[in-house]
Nanobody, 129 residues
Framework: QLQLVESGGGLVQPGGSLRLSCTAS???????????IGWFRQTPGKEREGISC????????TYADSVKGRFTISRDNAKNTVYLQMNSLKPEDTAVYYC???????????????????WGQGTQVTVSS
């Protein structure tokens, strides 16, 4: 069983930055190397939005238009960790952010939730002055 834990959320002023981490763990000898990782966010009353994903090697990344140019996804497979660097944050970025992992995912578009098998518990990001 793969477990994902997000961290790095918090309160930040508009224009500020945060870096979210998604750390994976599993059975002995587990490696994140084969998984595509996606980042999603959700606010109450709204549909979950897929905002970014990264291929297993890190060579392919995708972004939703809402975050393109401001957010950067990266991964360190040696640490079983994926990062989401968020810059120029806006109040509309306020949401609970989730990471998810999938084995059979084609990372050619912003992620769709149904493609992912494992989910973290989420971390709150609040952008407010």
């Amino acid at each position: 069983q793969l477990q994902l834990v997000e961290s790095g959320g918090g309160l930040v002023q508009p224009g500020g930055s945060l870096r979210l981490s998604c750390t994976a763990s599993g059975f002995s000898g587990f490696t994140l190397d084969y998984y595509v990782i996606g980042w999603f966010r959700q606010t109450p009353g709204k549909e979950r939005e897929g905002i970014s994903c990264i291929s297993s090697s890190g060579g392919i990344t995708t972004y939703a238009d809402s975050v393109k140019g401001r957010f950067t996804i990266s991964r360190d497979n040696a640490k079983n960790t994926v990062y989401l660097q968020m810059n120029s944050l806006k109040p509309e970025d306020t949401a609970v952010y989730y990471c998810a992992a999938g084995l059979v995912v084609v990372p050619t578009k912003p992620p769709a939730g149904y493609e992912y098998d494992y989910w973290g518990q989420g971390t709150q990001v609040t952008v407010s002055s």
